[in-house]
């Protein structure tokens, strides 16, 4: 039984780029959640997607943007990337909400 | 506001010691969870354990124990005889049940580093 995956496992892009990551949740799982994690912090909340809709945004700009397809895989789209953006981004599945979630090990994302 | 503090910001110690990782949490819900996860450098996150606000019994699991203390807001975890294998980031999180989802509030993490 395979869990979260994501890809890429890396991605090198400049400013102004913009990027698409992909993760395919756990089997049995039909819900997505999108984490960054910069350099030393903790994960922070990006957005959920549950039967192919944003179910809850945090404080991250419409830059920013998701996709969840009938198969429950996701998308995380970036656009006009800043250096900041530069962050390990987690994709999580769980079976519920408030269960435990399960993460991939993330795509390390480089903007120069 | 929900917030969740890890005031260590990392803690080294020798193999067989016994280490304690602080987590203090803030949350006006009255119905919320607490989880620690652990990180090893391979950066994927892996559950420890989740507790419910409504249960504050302690938890052991092996070389691991929890202690949830809702008059404090301390969920504190504590590993006894440390190995090398332990040495990772830990982070503890607070989900609060009003809002419906996954979301998660992470602390800063605690680095442990454990030597032989």
């Known amino acids: 039984d395979a869990g979260v995956t994501q890809s890429p496992t890396h991605l090198i892009k400049t400013r102004g780029q913009q990027v698409t990551l992909r993760c395919s949740p756990k089997?049995?799982?039909?819900?997505v959640s999108w984490y960054q994690q910069a350099l030393g912090q903790g994960p922070q909340f990006i957005f959920q997607?549950?039967?192919?809709?944003?179910?809850q945004r945090g404080n991250f700009p419409d830059r920013f943007s998701g996709h969840q397809y009938p198969n429950y895989s996701s998308e995380l789209n970036v656009n006009a990337l800043l250096l900041g953006d530069s962050a390990l981004y987690l994709c999580?599945?769980?079976?519920?909400?408030?269960?435990?979630?399960?993460f991939g090990s993330g795509t390390q994302l480089s903007v120069l | 506001a929900q917030k969740v503090t890890q005031a260590q910001t990392e803690i080294s110690v020798v193999e067989k010691e016994d280490v304690t990782l602080d987590c203090v949490y803030e949350?006006?819900?009255?119905?919320?969870?607490l989880f620690w996860y652990k990180q090893p450098p391979s950066g994927e996150l892996v559950f420890l354990i989740r507790?419910?606000?409504?249960?504050?019994q302690n938890e052991i699991s092996g070389r691991y124990s929890w202690n949830f203390q809702k008059s404090t807001s301390s969920f504190n975890f504590t590993i006894t005889a440390s190995q090398v294998v332990d040495s990772a980031v830990y982070f503890c999180?607070?989900?609060?049940?009003?809002?419906?989802?996954?979301?998660?509030?992470f602390g800063t993490g605690t680095r442990l580093q454990v030597f032989p």
């Open positions: 999580a599945s769980s079976p519920g909400p408030h269960e435990k979630l399960f």
């Open positions: 089997s049995g799982h039909d819900t």
């Open positions: 997607y549950y039967e192919e809709e944003e179910r």
């Open positions: 949350t006006r819900d009255t119905t919320y969870y």
């Open positions: 507790r419910n606000s409504f249960d504050e």
């Open positions: 999180a607070l989900s609060e049940a009003y809002y419906n989802t996954d979301k998660l509030i």
